[in-house]
Nanobody, 126 residues
Framework: QVQLVESGGGSVQAGGSLRLSCTHSGISSSLYSVAWFRQAPGKEREAVDAIYNIGGASTACADSVKERFTISRGNANTVYLQMNSLKPEDTATYYC???????????????????WGQGTQVTVSS
């Protein structure tokens, strides 16, 4: 059974930083994709960043977070999202998602992912 657990969310003032962690287990494939999504109240879910477990090739999915957010791999079961220069509009619930295989051009598409975490709240105050 695949499980994804996010942590590291919280409240921060604008301009601050947070690092989110996604710890996953149960993915049987040796090749898989992991991504961060976010959803603010009343808004659609948005892809943030995606990464492959092998090679670490990453994709910035949202123009609004380029140069501010960075996805990276930790140990074999952890993916991070480093968020710098946070803005109030970054306030959302952040979700980690994963799927077997390397998605290629679909890495930023929610329906491409089979497994999802419960989310962690990030609140940025002005």
């Amino acid at each position: 059974q695949v499980q994804l657990v996010e942590s590291g969310g919280g409240s921060v003032q604008a301009g601050g930083s947070l690092r989110l962690s996604c710890t996953h287990s149960g993915i049987s494939s040796s090749l898989y994709s992991v991504a961060w999504f976010r959803q603010a109240p009343g808004k659609e879910r948005e892809a943030v960043d995606a990464i492959y477990n092998i090679g670490g090739a990453s994709t910035a999915c949202a123009d609004s977070v380029k140069e501010r957010f960075t996805i990276s791999r930790g140990n074999a079961n952890t993916v991070y999202l480093q968020m710098n220069s946070l803005k109030p509009e970054d306030t959302a619930t952040y979700y980690c998602a994963a799927t077997s295989g390397l998605l290629g051009g679909n890495r930023c598409s929610g329906p491409s992912y089979n497994y999802w975490g419960q989310g962690t709240q990030v609140t940025v105050s002005s």
